[in-house]
């Protein structure tokens, strides 16, 4: 699971690499336009965050099995 999460973030910061150079070149628009993307871009990922679950002091699953038997059991929102 946790290379799965890197691999995520790995691809999304390849992502925002490539679409970086692009935002930037909103500046033709007007000249704040990259900035209010680049801070809408931020807040939203902020907000994402917050849905995240809280793991202090969690138990950790010690194989698949109990990892899919919590999946069934809680399936998420």
Do not use: D
């Amino acid at each position: 699971m946790r290379s799965t999460a890197t691999n995520y973030g790995s691809a999304m910061a390849r992502i925002g690499a490539i679409i970086a150079p692009a935002i930037a070149g909103l500046q033709i628009i007007h000249p704040s336009v990259p900035y209010i993307t680049f801070s809408a871009l931020s807040f939203v990922s902020g907000l994402l965050m917050m849905l995240l679950p809280e793991t202090l002091k969690a138990k950790m699953f010690e194989g698949m099995e109990e990892a899919n038997e919590f999946t069934v059991s809680n399936p998420g929102p």
